[in-house]
């Protein structure tokens, strides 16, 4: 019956038969697509299932996965369904709001409250260490990080320095590493 509806509907806007080929009077007299042509791809409801894939559970059985497996896509497809018949109305919204908290205050409430974890005690329990109360570690010294004192030496300066051969200094008269220009006795 709604397809028929629909047909009639085509054929007043101009559409041949139901055809998708339109005239060009036709496509200037559309207001919007009809729905019998709107594809889920185009709609924001495309991505109507949940974005984690939710198999870390491990369990003795493969049957008991699979239910719990199936228990929460039905979830998912519930909630998604609620939200949908919601539509843009603030009530109707509102009202799955108010549902929503009232689901969660009884499952704190299953739980413990308090036993909800949070990511500190998820990564407590991951590294296997508490954090504790009193920071017992010192800031470190302030170090001076820009420039040097003193010019580093480049590789082929330590080199000359290692093969220097000992030469004869006329100043402190010994066979030494140095002349008489850079003597030590002489700086004294």
């Excluded at 185009?42 to 991505?47: F, G, M, P, Q």
């Excluded at 896509?73 to 109707?92: I, Q």
């Amino acid at each position: 019956m709604q397809y028929l509806e629909q047909e009639r509907m085509l054929r007043k806007e101009g559409l041949n038969g139901g055809g998708l080929r339109l005239e060009k009077d036709a496509m200037h007299s559309l207001k919007e697509i009809l729905a019998c042509f709107k594809v889920d791809r185009w709609t924001k409801l495309v991505a109507k299932k949940p974005i984690f894939e939710l198999d870390t559970i491990v369990s003795t059985s493969h049957a008991q996965v699979g239910q719990q497996n199936r228990m929460i896509s039905d979830t998912w497809s519930r909630l998604y369904k609620c939200m949908d018949l919601a539509g843009r109305d603030v009530d109707k919204l509102q009202y799955v709001i108010n549902a929503a908290e009232s689901i969660q205050q009884k499952l704190e409430e299953v739980v413990g409250g308090g036993s909800m974890s949070n990511a500190s005690t998820d990564l407590q329990t991951y590294f296997g260490c508490t954090v504790p109360d009193i920071v017992e570690i010192q800031t470190p010294p302030v170090s001076v990080t820009k420039g040097r004192a003193k010019r580093m030496k480049t590789g082929v300066e330590k080199a000359v320095e290692q093969q220097m051969h000992a030469r004869m200094c006329h100043y402190c008269m010994q066979v030494t590493s140095h002349d008489s220009r850079n003597c030590p006795e002489k700086r004294n």
